[in-house]
């Protein structure tokens, strides 16, 4: 298969990547090729008013319900004082897939919600224990928008370059013992303000990267070249 997609692809003039492991990949498959990173334009998510909640939020897939019950066996027991709400049809996952956590932890779930974004109004901080995934995350996305303070194993950052490391409103933890810490320190943190979340350091990334207005600006100074181009020709 990745032979006949090499082979597609040697037709293009310009190959657009979603995000940097495909960008990279693929422009050491075809160097002859013209290759650009263009990240998608993410989710919006609100900035406030704030609350106490910490959150998980995820749909149930494999990789949710794997991330989500790595969570609540090595991380969970290590802060149990610190409660979570965790948000979205990931409780049937884990529930046929981890029983006695989710017996442990039931009050925990809150199930489906019509508009999973709304969740973030009233956090305070959000957790993003991915253990395995592709692509860009669109839970991270949404996370960075709501300019929350996040706790995330570096998969859920995957797709991106490596400056996200660097974000101060982002903890990296990738073993049990560093998140389980870091959820102990930030969760006795002062929340966040509405203003404090909107002018963040994960907020200025989203709008650096993913926002409407950048998507547009991006894929314009990368296709107007090429139309011009086929105009001349």
Known sequence: MLAVELESMRGADLLLHVNI????????????????????????APSGPGGEDIVIIASNNTANVESVVWFLREVAPKAPDIDIRIVGNIDLGVRSRAPDEYRRYRDWFVG?????RRVYENARLVLLPM????????????????????????????????????????TVADDSESF???????????????????TSGVR???????????????LEALVAPLLESGDRQ
């Open 21 to 44: 492991e495909e960008h990279d990949i693929f422009s050491d498959l075809l160097p002859e090729k013209r290759h650009a990173l263009l990240y998608p334009a993410g989710p919006e």
């Open 112 to 116: 489906r919600v019509d508009d999973a």
């Open 131 to 170: 253990v395995k995934g592709f692509g860009l995350s669109i839970k991270t996305l949404e996370a960075m928008a709501s300019g929350l303070p996040m706790i995330a194993t570096s998969a859920a950052l995957r797709g991106m370059k490596e400056d996200v490391m660097n974000l101060g409103d982002v």
């Open 180 to 198: 389980a810490n870091a959820l102990r320190r930030k969760a006795r943190e002062p929340r966040r303000t509405e203003a404090q979340r909107r």
């Open 204 to 218: 200025a990334y989203f709008d650096a990267n993913f926002s409407q207005a950048v998507y547009h600006r991006n």
